[in-house]
């Protein structure tokens, strides 16, 4: 279970971060959710497909690292072995909240949390949070800049969906991959970017797709797929 | 009408659901919206309703047939979960039936577990004891006894882990209904109070006279005017037949309840609590239940059927909310016209017939009679009578059967507690269809070819669900058969197989009210 509080530099001055990439610290994971201000980089390690919030039910673009729960493929002792990782991944043991902004009525302010039951979280190994004066230290910054980047990620998805979904261009996928052992994995509950819709679309729409920042982002997603037999090749690596 | 006329302009005469589903339907699939197609015209749909006259808000249970006839329609479910103040209904649990002790048993929308090629039901009699047949052969049975949903806020609009239907608030589903014909399947809407009905010297209704809209005229009509019947049963005057020899409920006390808490459970199917002399629905949606009493009024008085409908209200909300309660009462005739389409005039809804809600019938037939009429639409005046013919012929034979189902739940009851229970017993008050089958049935279970025809509202599986939830016993073979063998060696697995999906489901469906809400939070994904 999670243990968020909010980070500040006198009760968290010690701690440092472990940003080793291994399953004791729950890196074994399928998928996670991704943003497309990251698809570019995403997009050339990983494919990226939709899935559905349990909670909610709503729609969020997702790169995929396995082909079954708690699998992931690019998991390897030396650690995450791939060019580029994903925010919500990286984010970790970090999570952005948000407080009544005292300064504007009904406004919510963005603040960093810590989750002090993580693993990674330790007062002897990896990054310190805190330099001895107490002023951030260039890793906080930077998640805290990827913070803000997932901040912004998750209402950008939500207008990027709500499109999606206003102009049909998302349709169910299921992925059935036979592996070199005969045995069968069968990817279901993804949902990928409707093609023959998208080629169907009018001039104006995809006009409003460019200027609302969509179109590229659509594009890299269809292009993603390429990555998912090179993911089925790591897979069948696996198989002795 | 000339025998040629084509058939391009249909009015309907009546507001509630069954008019504007009636409407809704047949526009699903003639109108399109008034763009003509080549030279093919459209059918021209007009609905008149009075602005008089109040709807009667029956049917507040549908069947699971309602999320495809809405689907078609081009209804979004989380539209109708937010405004009808609907949730989720996967069948009936039946209370107090079988000995009017603390019994229960559930008539779930699933059939049994691998319905299709394999009838458990033989295998199950050796366990009968052990275990009730609804909870042995469904997944259905376990959800509904502990409120859960049917399906999960990812899961798509109409798409489902156990099948389910609505309970709502009839008044506002005739609403919803209403704005989408008008908005989106083009229908004309007119408000006005029809004063006479003219007539074609072949005795056809040529059009209707109103007080505020002049004449209406029309190839075909439907009488959607509730119980009065203006156009068949006024106008036409096609005869009544009372089924209370069968069937001698013929009187409701209807009352609307609150919650005690706002975030109390809603129940996931409709409860059904036998008493002296009738029963207890009790429907839960999101805002209130919907609490009454069904009985007959030649076995108790109101005062006792308020005492009993009261007692049961009191014993399920607090006092408080108890003490809101105002009771409406409903009178009816339970039966059904001799025929229903008659000339160039067909009756849909109460017009047609009404009989007590225990299987919630009454939406599903204005589905079935509205689809029939939407497929078999003639396409002119000579080839409608034969139309007719065919329509008449089907809907008689499913009264025939509706009333076999509902009577069913009467006679398998041991209750000996009052006149009503033991006349429901008596040999002339069952219909002879009915006791052939129980004959039947005392030696080999329901099966598929038990059934008439193809689209039987109550498949072989409704009857072995109320058969066995009541206690019946049917004989075992004294005979080998190789189907019975075969079922030997696949009941064991297929028993597990219910039991594992059924844990499966109890860990993963979210409560009625959960879903419910989430629904009105985030709405739900149409794909």
Known sequence: MSNYVLLNNSAHKDLRVI???????????????????????????????????????????????????????????GGWDASYIPMMIKRHPFLIGYQTDPEHVGGKKPVVSIDM??????????????????????????????????????????????????????EAFTLEVVLNDGSKNQLTGFYTIAEQKLHELEGDTFAMLNKRGYLQAIFMAVASHSRLRPLVEKRNALIL | MTPDQKINSIVIVGGGTAGWLTAGIIAAEHSANGTAINDLVDVQITLVESPDVPTIGVGEGTWPSMKSTLQKMGISETDLIRECDASFKQGTL???????????????????????????????????????????????????????????????????????????????????LRKHCVDKLGITHLKANVIAINSS?????????TDTEG??????????????????????????????????????????????????????STLSTAQTSGWIWDIGLPTRRGIGHVYSSAHTTEDRASEELLAYIKATVSAEAA???????????????????HKNCVAVGMSAGFIEPLEASALVLVELSAAMIAEQLPANRQVMDLVAKRFNAKFLYRWDRIIDFLKLHYILSQRQDSDYWKDNIAASSIPESLSELIDLWRWQSPWHRDTGHIDEMFPSASFQYVLYGMGFETQSSTTVRRSDREADSAAAGLFRENAERTQKLLASMPTNRELIDKITTYGLQKI
């Open chain 1, 19 to 77: 940003t080793t990439r291994s399953e004791s610290y729950g890196d074994n994971v399928m998928h996670a959710m991704t943003f497309p201000i990251e698809f570019r980089d995403v997009q050339s390690s990983y494919p990226i497909f939709f899935c559905k919030d349990s909670e909610s039910g709503q729609f969020y673009p997702a790169a995929l690292f396995g082909l079954e729960q708690n699998q992931n493929l690019f998991l390897t002792e």
């Open chain 1, 117 to 170: 039951d993580n693993p990674r979280i330790n007062d002897s190994e990896g990054e310190p949070l805190f330099s001895d004066n107490g002023e951030a230290t260039d890793y906080l910054k930077e998640s805290i800049s990827m913070l803000e980047a997932i901040h912004h990620g998750h209402e950008h998805n939500k207008g990027f969906v709500e499109t999606l979904l206003e102009h049909d261009l998302l």
């Open chain 2, 94 to 176: 039946f209370n107090g039936w079988k000995t009017g002790g603390n019994d229960a048993y559930t008539h779930p929308f699933t059939p049994p577990h691998s319905y299709a090629s394999t009838n458990l039901a033989p295998q199950w009699q050796k366990f009968r004891n052990e275990v009730a047949f609804a909870d042995a052969v469904s997944s259905q049975n376990a959800l509904m006894f502990q409120g859960l949903a049917p399906k999960q806020i990812s899961t798509p609009e109409y798409a489902f882990n156990a099948n389910y239907g609505y309970h709502l608030d009839a008044g506002k589903f005739a609403e919803l």
């Open chain 2, 201 to 209: 010297a072949d005795g056809d209704i040529e059009s209707l006279q």
């Open chain 2, 215 to 268: 004449h209406i005229a029309g190839d075909l009509f439907v009488d959607c005017s509730g119980s009065k019947a203006l156009l068949l049963g006024e106008h036409f005057e096609i005869p009544f037949c009372s089924r209370s020899q069968f069937l001698f409920n013929d009187t409701a006390l209807a009352s609307q309840v609150p919650y005690t808490n706002s975030d109390d459970p809603i129940a996931s």
């Open chain 2, 323 to 341: 003490s809101t309660t105002s009771i409406r009462k409903v009178a009816f005739n339970p039966g059904h016209r001799a025929k229903f389409w």
